[in-house]
């Protein structure tokens, strides 16, 4: 039973512009999201993440923005470059049930020039 | 500069052959974790290791083994491979609390004959 979706499973964007990819989380008991991008032969690596307690965390160009009520999370990347070209993977964990990291499935974004 | 490195990269098995693989870090982390991840899904946890306390997810098949001889290594053993096992496997790690940075391997690409 997936308890994080992401619905998009690929997406295009021009070089310059606004990525946003989405996520959507069923468990209301998770408390602590993250984003991982992944390159192609490469493990995931850390993006960026926000607690529950907030619903906005900015890193350079990467903003997360959670809606706790919708149980909706989003990755805006600004502006999109073609290095960005990886896929995004959304997590999300509960805090109190251990150290379980819930995955989506991924959406492949591509930047073209 | 490799943090979490992961041997093979990929590795053929037979059907019911028992195969391992190996993951070993240089952060000197507490945590280590084992996920699958098949063609187009989420990465799912199999189990973790803090320290040298085993945990294992309600749904990880007994086919699935673990052993961590010490803080820098971290196998995983498959008894006998089903085509279904054929999958990613990640490693991670992370310093300590679920809300560490988790830092995944390159993965090893598990093909099943």
């Known amino acids: 039973d997936q308890q994080v979706k992401q619905n998009s499973p690929s997406l295009s964007v021009q070089e310059g512009r606004i990525s946003i990819l989405n996520c959507d989380y069923t468990?209301?008991?998770?408390?602590?999201f993250l984003w991982y991008k992944k390159y192609p032969a490469e493990g995931p690596t850390f993006l960026i993440s926000i607690s529950s307690i907030k619903d906005k965390n900015e890193d350079g160009r990467f903003t997360v923005f959670l809606n706790k009520s919708a149980k909706h999370l989003s990755l805006h990347i600004v502006p999109s470059q073609p290095g960005d070209s990886a896929v995004y993977f959304c997590?999300?964990?509960?805090?109190?049930?251990?150290?379980?990291?819930?995955f989506g499935k991924g959406t492949s974004l591509l930047v073209t020039p | 500069d490799a943090m979490v490195i992961q041997n093979p990269r990929y590795q053929v098995t037979q059907f019911g052959k028992p195969v391992t693989l190996s993951c070993s870090q240089t952060?000197?982390?507490?945590?280590m974790y084992w996920y699958q991840q098949k063609s187009s899904q989420a990465p799912k946890l199999l189990f973790h290791y803090y320290d040298k306390d085993f945990n294992n997810e309600a749904d990880t098949p007994d086919n699935f083994q673990s052993r961590r001889p010490n803080t820098s290594f971290c196998f995983l053993d498959i008894r006998s491979p089903g085509l279904g096992d054929a999958a990613m496997y990640l490693c991670a790690t992370s310093r300590d609390s679920f809300t560490d940075t988790q830092y995944f391997g390159p993965g090893t690409r598990l093909t099943v004959l």
């Open positions: 468990n209301s008991m998770f408390d602590y």
């Open positions: 952060l000197n982390h507490n945590v």
């Open positions: 997590a999300a964990e509960n805090s109190n049930s251990g150290y379980a990291l819930n």
